[in-house]
């Protein structure tokens, strides 16, 4: 393969940056999505209008996830009464670069939302899972209106457990910021290097799944979920409703999670459960 300034390309080292950037609004008594731009390996499939009346859309990828080097640039915008469910369709597995043993190039994921005041938008991938040698450095930017909803969950395998791979991963880093009219609500920062501690009981010990979650909406939590020695929650100085959980098990965290987040969703935003169709 060839181009300016080049004879020739190491195919070892191609890398590629997908690009998606949505725009929902609020029109003729529906969420309809009014802005779709898609650059693969991000693309998505036609939206679903859900009974509650939030309309959903997966991010599916051609690709056989991330190589070490590419990046994803997703750009969400949710406007006044509009409501907006994101999900992906499959895990996110994470590969290293063809490099990665002389420390080769993270993966990267730089995601943006916007959410006007009456606005809903919640995100709630598959989960991510890192193949051995792999690093993914991932950045989450939330700005909201007074009055704004949002909502976002992702978990997180220790690796390929079954290949023999649990902590096999070389670096995994995740900053959440969330801000609502110039006041941050919320800010989480997780960077894991797998090494002898981390496989040390306190640390990861035993567990292979690991679950987070925010919230930010209007009301009030009376019921705070909880499963002892798996999930709980809690709320940050400035309001936001997190949640932490672990677990041996990937479906049991998964159901725990998805209880919770039900329970949450049901609190703050007065919302009926979600009725996925995949």
Not at 130 to 159: K, P, R
Not at 255 to 278: D, V
């Amino acid at each position: 393969m060839t181009g300016a300034g080049s004879t020739t390309t190491d195919l070892t080292r191609q890398t590629r940056t997908g690009v998606l950037h949505l725009e929902f609004d609020y029109r003729h008594g529906q969420t309809v999505l009014t802005r779709d731009v898609q650059k693969a390996p991000l693309l998505i499939i036609r939206p679903f209008t859900l009974p509650c009346g939030t309309l959903m859309v997966f991010i599916i990828s051609p690709s056989g996830g991330l190589l070490g080097g590419d990046h994803s640039e997703i750009r969400v915008r949710v406007g006044r009464g509009a409501r907006a469910l994101v999900l992906t369709q499959s895990a996110t597995r994470v590969q290293p670069s063809p490099d990665w043993a002389a420390g080769g190039a993270a993966a990267t994921q730089d995601i943006r939302f916007q959410v006007e005041g009456g606005g809903r938008l919640e995100f709630y991938p598959e989960r991510t899972l890192m193949f051995a040698g792999s690093t993914l450095v991932q950045s989450i930017h939330a700005e909201l209106e007074g009055g704004a909803e949002l909502g976002l969950s992702e978990t997180l395998a220790s690796g390929r457990v079954a290949r023999g791979e649990r902590l096999a991963f070389a670096e995994y880093r995740s900053r959440t910021e969330i801000w609502q009219d110039s006041r941050r609500l919320y800010l989480d920062q997780l960077r894991l290097l797998p090494g002898e501690h981390t496989r040390a009981p306190g640390l990861w010990g035993e567990l292979d799944y690991a679950a987070f979650g925010v919230w930010v909406g209007g009301g009030e939590l009376s019921e705070w979920p909880a499963v002892p020695g798996t999930l709980a929650t809690g709320r940050s100085a400035a309001g936001a409703v997190w949640l932490r959980g672990a677990s041996a098990r990937g479906p049991e965290l998964d159901q725990a999670l998805n209880a919770a987040r039900e329970r949450i969703r049901a609190q703050l935003f007065g919302a009926a459960p979600l009725q996925i169709r995949r």
